[in-house]
């Protein structure tokens, strides 16, 4: 397949923002489904909207495609106002929610469909849909109808009726909603390597983040209709910047305390629910006493049966519970305060010690730099 013909001739200041979607708000009735949402997304790049059920991600997703009008607010794709364009107008192609292929057609005539609708002529179709069938590897299922697939197939064929279009952007919601868990994991891989392929903008939306981790350049996770905070997968997992973000992207334990001193490289925080006090090697702007929540990942969490030798950041506890995750375990660990700490202990560390069981004290304990400061 083509890239789309308008790549050599726009000047590459627009290529960041390819996609802007400036203070869009959209009310049904008194629900503020969007509230003032501003983002951009760059040319060709793999964007992931993430949020919990009901958080605006399909809504901003179909005004995108035109399907939704704006309340306010706007939205330019390649420098153009999208406001007056209706859906078929717009450079962009939408896969639902639910995919729907028409049940009654081949897998061709499923992706030939919106071609034939567009008027194209009939050796370009052909030409086309073969191109779109090899790209996502179903030539050979080229005459089945849908029910004659499984999930995977069925999710590649939906996906090759939105990229024959050859759309500027391409809108996928929940793509792989109706794939296992396996199945799903190697579509995702699949997924990117075609999208980059083919050179196409696309905004996605999950709720799993382990799949816009995979998958996205960049991702915004939203709340309530507004963005909490975008950015790399990994700027988003190693620094989140409050404690929704923290919460949904990975697991993580949460300190609430108050800073007892705040140097200029590093601060101490104190915490009902540990005993001894945090240390953070990194100074924060705020005044004594302020309250603050400190963010510790199971991973960076050290489980021992003998005490740390640290002043700071450790504590004893007993095991409450024991995760096994294959490479990993993750042991929950009660304090005497109560508060349960989540630690992943690697596999390895078995090999030549037995490993705590229930009931065991152990103490959890986590470095300097493991901790980071949230004030909101
Ligand atoms: N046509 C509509 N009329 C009234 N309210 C709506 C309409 N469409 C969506 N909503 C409301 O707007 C909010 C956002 O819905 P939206 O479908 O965008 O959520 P979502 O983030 O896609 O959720 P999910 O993960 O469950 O698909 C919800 O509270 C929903 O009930
Ligand atoms: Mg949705």
């Known amino acids: 397949?083509?890239?789309?013909?308008s790549?050599?001739?726009?000047?590459?200041?627009?290529?960041?923002?390819?996609?802007?979607?400036?203070?869009?708000?959209?009310?049904?009735?008194?629900?503020?489904?969007?509230?003032?949402?501003?983002?951009?997304?760059?040319?060709?790049?793999?964007?992931?909207?993430?949020?919990?059920?009901?958080?605006?991600?399909?809504?901003?997703?179909?005004?995108?495609?035109?399907?939704?009008?704006?309340?306010?607010?706007?939205?330019?794709?390649?420098?153009?106002?999208?406001?007056?364009?209706?859906?078929?107008?717009?450079?962009?192609?939408?896969?639902?929610?639910?995919?729907?292929?028409?049940?009654?057609m081949s897998v061709e005539s499923n992706i030939a469909f919106g071609l034939?609708?567009?008027?194209?002529?009939?050796?370009?179709?052909?030409?086309?849909?073969?191109?779109?069938?090899?790209l996502v590897q179903m030539s050979k299922y080229a005459k089945r109808k849908p029910f004659q697939l499984s999930g995977g197939q069925q999710q590649r064929a939906a996906l090759a009726r939105s990229l024959v279009k050859r759309p500027k952007v391409l809108l996928?919601?929940?793509?792989?909603?109706?794939?296992?868990?396996?199945?799903?994991?190697?579509?995702?891989?699949?997924?990117?390597?075609?999208?980059?392929?083919v050179g196409v903008t696309c905004i996605m939306v999950t709720h799993d983040q382990e799949e816009a981790m995979t998958m996205a350049d960049r991702l915004a996770v939203m709340s309530e209709g507004r963005i909490v905070q975008l950015g790399a997968p990994n700027e988003v997992y190693e620094y989140p910047n409050s404690k929704f973000a923290a919460s949904?992207?990975?697991?993580?334990?949460?300190?609430?305390?108050?800073?007892?001193?705040?140097?200029?490289?590093?601060?101490y925080v104190e915490s009902p629910e540990l005993k001894q006090r945090m240390f953070i090697s990194h100074g924060v702007t705020g005044p004594l006493g302020m309250p603050v929540t400190i963010s510790v990942r199971p991973e960076r969490v050290v489980l021992s049966r003998a005490k740390p030798a640290q002043e700071t950041n450790f504590s004893v506890g007993k095991v409450v519970n024991i995760a096994y995750m294959g490479g990993y375990t993750i042991y929950h660990v009660q304090l005497e305060s109560g508060k349960v700490v989540m630690a992943n202990v690697s596999t390895l560390m078995f090999d030549e010690t037995e490993p705590p069981g229930y009931d065991a004290e152990v103490y959890v304990s986590w470095g300097p730099t493991a901790g980071v400061v949230l004030t909101k």
């Not at 397949?1 to 013909?5: A, C, D, F, V």
């Not at 996928?172 to 392929?197: C, F, G, H, W």
Request: hydrophobic letters at 40%; proline letters at 4%; glycine letters at 8%.
């Open 1 to 5: 397949m083509n890239t789309h013909e």
């Open 7 to 104: 790549a050599q001739k726009k000047p590459a200041s627009t290529d960041d923002k390819f996609v802007q979607v400036i203070d869009v708000v959209k009310k049904f009735d008194e629900t503020t489904a969007v509230d003032g949402v501003s983002l951009s997304v760059a040319r060709n790049e793999l964007f992931a909207l993430l949020g919990s059920s009901g958080c605006g991600k399909s809504t901003l997703l179909r005004m995108l495609a035109g399907f939704e009008t704006i309340t306010s607010g706007k939205i330019l794709i390649d420098g153009e106002d999208m406001s007056k364009l209706p859906p078929y107008k717009r450079p962009v192609n939408m896969m639902f929610q639910s995919y729907a292929l028409f049940p009654h």
């Open 116 to 134: 034939k609708q567009e008027g194209v002529g009939k050796g370009e179709i052909a030409e086309r849909v073969a191109d779109a069938l090899n």
């Open 172 to 197: 996928l919601d929940e793509p792989m909603s109706a794939l296992d868990k396996q199945i799903r994991q190697r579509t995702q891989i699949e997924l990117v390597n075609i999208l980059y392929k």
């Open 248 to 267: 949904f992207i990975g697991s993580t334990n949460l300190f609430a305390g108050v800073i007892v001193e705040d140097q200029p490289d590093h601060i």
